[in-house]
């Protein structure tokens, strides 16, 4: 019992490190409002890389205050991401700070912040799963980071629930259905306006934490469930109690609805599910592209959810150890990045499961059926590059990636030839960002570090954020956006802020 408790211990604290499927091939990918950052990775195609300008490289954030626009509490871990949207930021997070005085206890939350100020404007508050940890881990709180469209957000709860809520919450005195009977309706809280339960609708069986970050295109919004291994993670194989439930679906924006499902890991699932999924054209083709909890990438038709092409990131000869651990074999954590008719993925594990080797692939995304061999165009990995749960930025030719040690990589995106290697001296869970000239990425030791985009290593600053960072900046309006375990920043040139 005590081992079980300490293996799911070290799976939470890992595993939140961890953000047009009715179009044809003629229409466009419908884009961010110019300067907003409504989704993980700012963008379907999950690539981080920003056109904003103004963007400062060095702040302060201790009682002499430089460069901070003002400083939001959050709950006391904060494992999602800031999204942006129409003068809105969202953060999942938990109920440390006691934000409602009617939603005490340990709890899942998501934020709505005025991005002007900082002002909480709404909460939604969700009671932890009865399961317990093996289900939902104990104040892990909500570690999707959310989707914004239009008047609607969308995000994936600590339950294994994906949410649809209004945007405006309570604050227009409407509440908007089919889901009527919130618990709370103060304008202070959130108005959901569907909910899809994962588990009692689809019989996911989440491992330890859904956290899936939903993308959207057209009418349709995909999500990973989440589901993964039982209790008995150390027998090889593990089991998996619900080898039948979808890893990916599609579900209508406006109802809820469930359109397509798959569960193509099945039972070959290696632990647990936290990749989310990207959405984008290869070759004028939408493409809708999962990292499988099996070490397989896949891809799939968003209007039907036909296979197009899966593609093995492990070797053929790797091996699955205990938990992970002593094995050769990874799965997927990182968010696959579409660019330039090519996938960009890398392999990893829970980050306290070791530091071994990875791999880092360049996939050819225009062929089809098992690509393993055909489609790989370039491979960076063993001790060149170690296991991974973030995701790449491409700019201007060049492919920026950090392993769970700490080192990030500036690489050449056609052939994977490095440029450079720097260590930040930590390790990392989160995801590089590319803006205004820098690369941007926080560590576990709370430190953010910018460096100037380009092939010479040229760091920049190294700014104190006091608390660990397991998640990604986003730059948005002029403004650079961050979450630590416990606060959220609103950075911007020439500014100053109290905490």
Not at 122 to 145: C, F
Not at 271 to 294: E, I, K, N, R
Not at 368 to 380: A, E, N
Not at 484 to 490: E, V
């Amino acid at each position: 019992m005590e081992r079980r408790k300490r293996h799911l211990r070290l799976v939470a604290v890992g595993l939140v490190s961890i953000s047009v499927a009715m179009a044809t091939a003629q229409q466009p990918l419908r884009r961010p409002v110019e300067g907003d950052w409504p989704m993980w990775g700012r963008c379907p195609s999950r690539n981080a890389a920003s056109t904003e300008t103004g963007i400062p490289a060095e702040w302060k954030t201790g009682i002499i205050k430089r460069n901070v626009k003002w400083i939001a509490r959050l709950g006391t871990q904060t494992y999602g991401s800031p999204a942006v949207s129409d003068g809105r930021v969202y953060v999942g997070t938990n109920n440390g700070g006691r934000f409602r005085p009617h939603s005490k206890g340990d709890k899942g939350c998501l934020f709505c912040f005025d991005a002007k100020d900082g002002e909480l404007l709404w909460q939604a508050t969700h009671d932890k799963l009865p399961t317990g940890e093996v289900n939902d881990w104990p104040e892990a709180g909500i570690a999707s980071t959310p989707y914004v469209d239009g008047d609607r957000v969308y995000y994936v709860s600590n339950r294994c629930e994906l949410v649809c809520a209004d945007v405006q919450g309570f604050y227009d005195n409407e509440n908007d259905g089919p889901f009527t009977n919130e618990r709370f309706t103060e304008k202070q809280d959130a108005d959901l306006v569907w909910v899809l339960d994962m588990i009692g609708q689809l019989g996911v069986f989440p491992h330890v934490l859904a956290t899936s970050s939903p993308v959207g295109a057209a009418d349709l919004v995909f999500v990973c469930t989440g589901n993964g291994v039982g209790e008995g993670y150390e027998t090889i194989p593990p089991p998996v109690p619900a080898p039948q439930a979808p890893s990916l679906i599609a579900v209508d924006k406006k109802t809820g609805r469930v359109v397509w499902r798959r569960n193509d890991p099945g039972a070959n699932l290696l632990h647990g599910q936290w990749s989310s999924p990207t959405y984008g054209l290869v070759a004028g083709v939408p493409q809708v592209v999962f990292g499988g909890g099996d070490g397989w990438c896949y891809s799939f038709a968003p209007k039907t959810g036909e296979l197009l092409w899966k593609f093995n990131l492990n070797a053929k000869d790797a091996v699955w150890g205990s938990a992970g651990r002593g094995g050769t074999k990874t799965f997927i954590i990182a968010t696959p990045v579409i660019h330039d008719d090519k996938v960009f993925l890398g392999g990893g594990n829970q980050p306290s499961y070791g530091k071994g080797p990875g791999q880092l692939y360049a996939i050819d995304a225009t062929q089809r059926g098992d690509i393993t061999d055909s489609g790989r165009v370039w491979f960076v990995g063993g001790s060149d590059f170690g296991r991974t749960v973030s995701s790449v930025v491409i700019a201007d030719g060049l492919l920026y990636a950090v392993d769970v040690p700490g080192y990030l990589y500036c690489l050449d995106v056609e052939t994977g030839q490095r440029h450079w290697r720097y260590d930040l001296e930590a390790d990392v869970w989160g995801s590089p960002i590319a803006v205004d000239g820098k690369v941007m990425l926080g560590d576990t030791d709370g430190e953010l570090h910018v460096l100037k985009h380009g092939e010479t290593l040229e760091p920049l600053a190294t700014n104190d954020m006091r608390h660990s960072m397991y998640t990604a900046p986003a730059a948005a309006n002029g403004t650079l956006y961050i979450t630590t375990s416990r606060r959220l920043y609103a950075i911007g040139t020439h500014a100053s802020g109290a905490d």
